[in-house]
């Protein structure tokens, strides 16, 4: 029995960090989708090419992000915003839009 547990509890923590990876790899995405449309302007219509690309599914679903069309519209308005994503989770960043929010 106590064999079943360990391996269960592997099983999820193995699929735990698939998950993260599959988190950086969509980050990675947004990412090259900003610097995309700092260069070019083309950011919001990158990443919603790729949200709907077969591989750009795939990738959201192994993430634990269901594929639909209002996780693309929000992946596009987060490109268009062009804030990287390394910016957008520093508590930095959370604390100066909270301040901005309660200045407004």
Not at 22 to 32: E, K, S, T
Not at 76 to 95: H, Q, W
């Amino acid at each position: 029995m106590g064999e079943f547990v360990d391996g269960t509890a592997y099983s999820h923590e193995q699929g735990n960090r698939a998950r993260k990876l599959f988190a950086a790899v969509v980050l990675a995405a947004l990412d090259d989708a900003i610097a995309d449309d700092k260069k070019y302007g083309n950011g919001p219509e990158q990443i919603a090419r790729w949200a709907r690309s077969r591989d750009g599914r795939e990738v959201l679903s192994c993430a634990g992000i269901d594929p639909n069309e209002r996780v693309v519209s929000g992946l596009m308005e987060f490109v268009g915003k062009g804030v990287r994503t390394s910016v957008a989770l520093s508590r930095e960043e959370s604390e100066r839009r909270n301040q901005q929010a309660e200045a407004a």
